[in-house]
Nanobody, 112 residues
Framework: QVQLVESGGGLVQPGGSLRLTCVAS????????MNWYRQAPEKEPELVAR????????EYTDSVKGRFTVSRDDAKRTMYLQMNSLKPEDTAVYYC?????WGPGTQVTVSS
């Protein structure tokens, strides 16, 4: 049974930082591109970051470039999203995914 579990969300002030973690089980983690998506209230899901199998190819949506960093540790079956200089518009539920597999999400709220 495949499971993806996100953690690390919370409430943070503008300009603050959070580090999200996604731990995978039940799949050959090192064989998958891994993605971070987010969905804000009443908005469509948005691909935030994607990291390739080797970790050498990384993509970010324009709004997070220079602020967010995605990484992976295949030995730990874990993907990370370091989020710095957070803005209120980053408020959303953040999900990790691998092809058709999704985690339940973790809420990130940026507010003073």
């Amino acid at each position: 049974q495949v499971q993806l579990v996100e953690s690390g969300g919370g409430l943070v002030q503008p300009g603050g930082s959070l580090r999200l973690t996604c731990v995978a089980s039940g799949l050959r983690f090192s064989f998958y591109y891994m993605n971070w998506y987010r969905q804000a209230p009443e908005k469509e899901p948005e691909l935030v970051a994607r990291i390739s199998i080797t970790g050498k190819t990384i993509e970010y949506t324009d709004s997070v470039k220079g602020r967010f960093t995605v990484s992976r540790d295949d030995a730990k079956r874990t993907m990370y999203l370091q989020m710095n200089s957070l803005k209120p518009e980053d408020t959303a539920v953040y999900y990790c995914s691998a092809e058709d597999f999704w985690g339940p999400g973790t809420q990130v709220t940026v507010s003073s």
